[in-house]
Structure formats: structure tokens, C-alpha cells
């Protein structure tokens, strides 16, 4: 038995009205326009427009040729096309016309951001996080996701689930955002909570996942970054992915179990990597010198399963998480101890203590998403077996009030 910690306060945002989860305008939500149903069959419709702003989004005026876009005041759900006078529920972003969720306009979700250096496995942990929540995770705390676009469903599938989840290949180096632009997988990840009285009604909340695969070398350039990790700026939260073989002092313990790190790169080191990231938080909330940041920031060191055997058998990375539907706290504070302990031992303690002089509000943890060591290219022999990789985004829902906490009776 478990005793009940309600959810955490939602903390303030920084941001007045709804950010654009494609382009990152911000705009008041009295104010998002709308697209014409069009036609379709035999109903009589707006017909198809290029549309100039979606076209200059994607670099391409395929798919691009839509029913017209349009404003109505009052920002309610639906509105009538002022041509056609067809009734419409379908809202777009005025800056770039992509498309914004009905749930997300009508309670503006979090973005979460992620962020790691080349070899960290940020493809493989999308992968596997996306599938985790669309099935076991997703069930576990009774929570939809649904991808926010054609573009999303089709990217996931052809890049991430069908190669690595089908196939079981591993997934390659990403290229660099500076010669090959990519689209944000967008996903709505909603949840039903239960009601705050006895008297009233169960609710939802919801939170927006942006995720970009995004190369190391992208980080290295001011220019680069700032045109194609816009969304580091839109952030509500940031997930850091660290890869423990790029902590020169934690390659003994893994000694024969993967292949010889290339070389030394300063571009790569974690702490180099989240110095870059917060100088571009601290400019997006002008927070003053000394000021730590009120971003909530999850940091994880991925690849843990060739770590594990090294661990004694108490350490709390050996325990699977207990899918309750709740964060255990207990758990929650073991894990953190436990990373914290790993880094210092492996002489990086300056990364937490980096945190710690930055942020307010920093957890650390340790998750594997393919759950065992890949053999020549391709998943290990028993499969992808996820460990944690669930872990940075419920602690991120407890801290946004969208997951309750507990702790074992009598603790």
C-alpha cells in the first residue's frame, strides 16, 4: 500500500497565450484562425489554395495545397468559414499554418525538449519512449498520444519504429540539421485525472511533446542552433540525454562489452553540451547573473544496462520501476542519489554541480532503451527490452501537476 502525495502545483510559464509547437510563435488564443473544411464528395466547400505559409515552412509546395485559412474572433472551438459558411473546428498557427490541436489551444500544453550529444542514442530513445507510451506506459496512466500531424505519423514510422522496433536495425548517426533540415515529431500526450472534489468530474490535461533527433555538431554552431533548436527557447522543461561513455573515467567499467570510443571530442563532453543549452535558456528568460533557472531539466545517462552488473546488487538501478500509475518518490529520490553518486565517482561531479548552480529544479536518472548491447548492427538477441526510459517524463508530469506522487506507508 501506497500513500498518496497529491500532484505537484503546475509551475507558472513564462510564456502569455499559446506557442506554436512547429514554428514557436507565440499568439493569444483569442486569435488562432482557422481552415475551411473544403470539399469533399458532394459537400460544396472552399476549393484548395496554395498555401504560402505552410509552403515556405516545409521548403515545398507539396501538400501544401489546402482549403483557405481564415479569422474569426473569440478563440472558440469552431467557427464558420466566412465563403463557404461551413462549420469548421480545425485551427492553424497565423505564422506558419500548421496545424493546432483542439486540446492544446483550448489548454495550452508543455513542450518538452530533448537534447544530447552525437552518440547519446537520442534516435533510440525516441523510438522506444514514443511506443512505450502509445502502449504500456500510455495504459498505466490511463494517457492517449497522438500525433499532431500527417507529417509526425509518417516520420515515426519510416524512421524510428519500422527500422529499429520491425527490423530491429539500429538506427544510424543523424546528419546534421545545416544539410539535412528535419520536421519535429509533435505528439498530444493526454491524460484523464481524477476528479479534485467528490463532487466534481474527472479531467484532462495535456503536455506537448517536441521532439527533434538532432545531431551533436548541430550544437557546436551558434547559427545552426538557433535556426534549427528554436524550440530550446520554447521549452518548458528540457530532457538531457548524457552518454556515460563520453565520461572518460566510467570507460573502465564497461571495458570489452562495446567497441573503443573514437576519440576524445571537447564538442561532445556532456557538461559542454548542457553549458550551451542553458546559456540559451538563460537568454530566452533574461535571467540575471547568479539566478538559477526555474526550467524543470532531466538528466539521464542512457546505455545503464552495460553499467548495471558493475552496480552493487542494491543499487537502485537494479529495481524496475513499479508501474503503479504514480511516481514513486522513494524510488524517485534512490535513483537520483545513485546517479549522483555514479557521476562523482567517475570524476564528473562538476556536471552536478553545474546543474545545481543553474536550475532550480534538476533530477537525475539512469534508463536504457534497447535494454541490452547491440551485436553487428542490429538489436541484441533478446530484443529491444526497455529499462526506465519512462522515467525523466513522469518525474516531468508530476512536477507539471499531472501525476501524483507516493510513498510506501510508513516511510
Known amino acids: 500500500m501506497r500513500n498518496p502525495v497529491p500532484p505537484l502545483p503546475r509551475p507558472p510559464s513564462s510564456r502569455q497565450g499559446v506557442t506554436c509547437p512547429y514554428c514557436f510563435a507565440v499568439v ?6 482557422y481552415r475551411c473544411r473544403g470539399q469533399a464528395g458532394r459537400r460544396s466547400g472552399c ?10 515552412y516545409t521548403g515545398s509546395t507539396a501538400g501544401a495545397s489546402l482549403p483557405p485559412v481564415f479569422e474569426a474572433p473569440g478563440g472558440r472551438a469552431r467557427a464558420e468559414c466566412p465563403a463557404c459558411r461551413q462549420i469548421t473546428g480545425s485551427r492553424v498557427c497565423p505564422e506558419c499554418h500548421n496545424p493546432l490541436p483542439s486540446a492544446y489551444c483550448d489548454s495550452p500544453g508543455r513542450i518538452v525538449a530533448l537534447v544530447g550529444a552525437k552518440n547519446a542514442g537520442k534516435s533510440t530513445y525516441i523510438a522506444v519512449l514514443l511506443h512505450e507510451l502509445m502502449n504500456r506506459v500510455g495504459t498505466e496512466l490511463d494517457a492517449s498520444l497522438v500525433a499532431c500531424d500527417d507529417r509526425t505519423i509518417e516520420r515515426y514510422k519510416r524512421d524510428f519504429a519500422r527500422p529499429l522496433l520491425e527490423e530491429k536495425r539500429l538506427l544510424p548517426t543523424t546528419a546534421s540539421a545545416a544539410t539535412s533540415p528535419r520536421e519535429p515529431l509533435v505528439y498530444l500526450l493526454t491524460r484523464t485525472l481524477p476528479p479534485r472534489t467528490r463532487f466534481s468530474r474527472p479531467r484532462s490535461e495535456s503536455i506537448c511533446l517536441v521532439l527533434f533527433d538532432t545531431a551533436g555538431e548541430d ?25 556515460p561513455l563520453e565520461l572518460p573515467a566510467a570507460r573502465p567499467a564497461v571495458a570489452g562489452a562495446l567497441p573503443e570510443a573514437a576519440g576524445e571530442d571537447p564538442d561532445s563532453e556532456p557538461i559542454n553540451i548542457i553549458a550551451r543549452v542553458t546559456e540559451a535558456l538563460r537568454t530566452r528568460h533574461d535571467a540575471k547573473p547568479g539566478e538559477r533557472l526555474r526550467t524543470p531539466v532531466a538528466v539521464a545517462l542512457t546505455k545503464i544496462d552495460v553499467l548495471r552488473p558493475g552496480m552493487l546488487r542494491q543499487s537502485a538501478l537494479h529495481r ?21 553518486s555514479l557521476l562523482h565517482e567517475w570524476q564528473a561531479g562538476q556536471l552536478d554541480t553545474f546543474l545545481g548552480q543553474q536550475y532550480a529544479d534538476y533530477a537525475l536518472f539512469g534508463l536504457s532503451a534497447l535494454g541490452g548491447i547491440p551485436e553487428g548492427g542490429r538489436v541484441g538477441a533478446g530484443g529491444v527490452r526497455p529499462y526506465r526510459t519512462e522515467d525523466p517524463l513522469l518525474w516531468l ?3 507539471f501537476g499531472m501525476l501524483a506522487g507516493a510513498r510506501p506507508q510508513g516511510s
Open 28 to 33: 493569444s488564443a483569442q486569435r488562432i484562425p
Open 320 to 340: 524496475s520501476r513499479a508501474g503503479s500509475g504514480v511516481l514513486d518518490l522513494d524510488d524517485r529520490e534512490a535513483v537520483n542519489e545513485q546517479v549522483r
Open 47 to 56: 476549393a484548395p489554395v496554395l498555401d504560402k505559409e505552410l509552403a515556405e
Open 397 to 399: 508530469l508530476h512536477r
Open 219 to 243: 550544437l557546436r554552431s551558434r547559427e545552426v542552433r538557433d535556426l534549427h533548436l528554436r524550440y530550446l527557447e520554447a521549452a518548458d522543461a528540457v530532457i538531457f540525454l548524457v552518454d
